[in-house]
């Protein structure tokens, strides 16, 4: 007797990553995973203020006090922040860009009350230990963050002059994250203070813990060191104008570097919106390692770029699609321009192979998946949940994310080219070596 056997194909399994939300009366919103691969833990807090949250003659402050933040607080004198976790085997970090700040402590599972001790006093009792002189000093590294960041970095001024030129003046991301000299140095110690008290507060915040937990224990650990931070006043929304390009800007920087660079750079969807996934694999299809379409042919078939990267940074009002590329000597950026925007209107006339296409997806999925195996750091799940919770509305949104991703087509990354990277709708930015304006990519 015949036996046949019908195999169903196996169904792709839906993510999850099971939490527990809460908010505290103070209105810090809080979210609690549980992890017990390892026994660890990590704290991540998320302010929801960066340099957007600035006015014009005012940039800098939520840069400002990602550094002051770190310099003690009314129950923790200056430079204990970093030794005290230290001592308890914890690493610490802090960034800001153009939305928000964050913090995470990464610790062993049973130190979990300092991380909140810490987090909750800065929050709350910042102010009573804030000092002129601690203000100033902080403002003068990171002023000496910037000349080295920036201005005396190769290629560095490119970044300050970018944001200028692809936003309007009234519209939060005009100015760069860092700030400029001139307003860090007009800023007031009144001034730093109101920023502080509007900005820090619970209502403006959300705090994710992930990793070795009890659910519940971690529930009274938060209300015990969070609790009798003060509320704070309601934030204002902040309603941008609409970003767009209406038209190509090109602009040469001459600066003190050996090699010409190329820079050329569109405004596309916002974080999360329609558009905004296909732009990101349409980075990597075009340059996302050395199989991608700009290395292949500007580095190893041509040999007339040094090196070629492609990526995009998004945000929540727009985000921006930049191609970078480097010449190698004796090669002009007019050259480099030539081959970057054939392959470009090839991929806007001719839908990229299916192999191609999920090679990229491929990539893409394997990297989302490594993300999910850490629960720390500013990559891991606990600092997921927080960008999830502030650009979605759901902290648990993997799933969703990254069916954004798998349900992309050929025609889809085609019709995403066409519709956003525009040729009259750009920057292109030469940086050339100072006395050699002959390099930089002329209009054809």
Do not use: C
């Amino acid at each position: 007797m015949l036996l046949l056997v019908i195999i169903a194909p196996l169904q792709a399994q839906e993510l999850t990553v099971p939490y527990e939300q809460f908010t505290l009366p103070n209105g810090l919103t809080v979210i609690l995973h549980q992890d017990k691969t390892v026994p660890m833990v990590s704290v991540n807090v998320w302010y929801h203020v960066g340099s957007g949250s600035e006015k014009p003659g005012r940039t800098g402050f939520a840069h400002l006090f990602e550094h002051i933040l770190f310099e003690g607080s009314e129950h923790v004198p200056e430079g204990k922040f970093d030794e005290w976790l230290e001592a308890a085997g914890a690493n610490n970090n802090g960034s800001t860009t153009e939305d928000r700040t964050n913090y995470y402590e990464d610790l062993p599972g049973n130190a979990l009350d300092l991380a909140l001790f810490l987090e909750s006093d800065r929050m709350g009792f910042l102010l009573k230990h804030l000092s002129e002189a601690t203000v100033n000093g902080q403002r003068d590294v990171v002023k000496n963050e910037r000349r080295q960041s920036y201005e005396n970095r190769p290629y560095g001024k490119a970044w300050l002059e970018l944001p200028a030129l692809l936003y309007p003046k009234d519209h939060p991301y005009s100015w760069t994250v860092i700030g400029s000299m001139e307003d860090l140095s007009a800023a007031s110690y009144q001034d730093v203070v109101d920023f502080f008290t509007l900005y820090y507060a619970p209502g403006n915040a959300s705090l994710s813990i992930a990793g070795d937990i009890d659910l519940k224990e971690a529930r009274q650990k938060v209300e015990k060191w969070f609790s009798d931070v003060p509320a704070g006043k309601k934030v204002p929304k902040v309603n941008p104008p609409a970003a767009e390009l209406t038209e190509e800007k090109r602009v040469v920087l001459e600066d003190k570097v050996q090699l010409p660079r190329l820079m050329m750079v569109w405004l596309t969807p916002a974080n999360f919106t329609p558009g905004n996934a296909e732009t990101d694999l349409l980075a990597d299809l075009l340059a996302g390692g050395k199989n991608s379409r700009l290395y292949q042919k500007l580095v190893y078939e041509l040999q007339i770029a040094q090196s070629v990267s492609a990526y995009q940074d998004s945000k929540k009002f727009a985000s921006e699609f930049i191609i970078t590329a480097t010449a190698r000597p004796g090669i002009t950026l007019s050259q480099l321009e030539e081959v970057i925007q054939e392959e470009l209107n090839k991929l806007k006339a001719e839908h990229p192979q299916e192999r191609e296409l999920q090679r990229i997806k491929n990539q893409y999925e394997s990297g989302f998946y490594r993300q999910m195996e850490r629960a720390g750091g500013f990559s891991g799940k606990a600092n997921q949940l927080n960008q999830y919770l502030y650009y979605t509305g759901n902290p648990d949104y993997f799933n969703e994310d990254l069916q954004r991703y798998k349900a992309i087509g050929t025609s889809d990354i085609s019709a995403t080219a066409l519709q956003y990277l525009k040729d009259d709708a750009r920057v292109v930015m030469s940086i050339v070596p100072e006395g050699k304006t002959d390099l930089a990519a002329k209009k054809n």
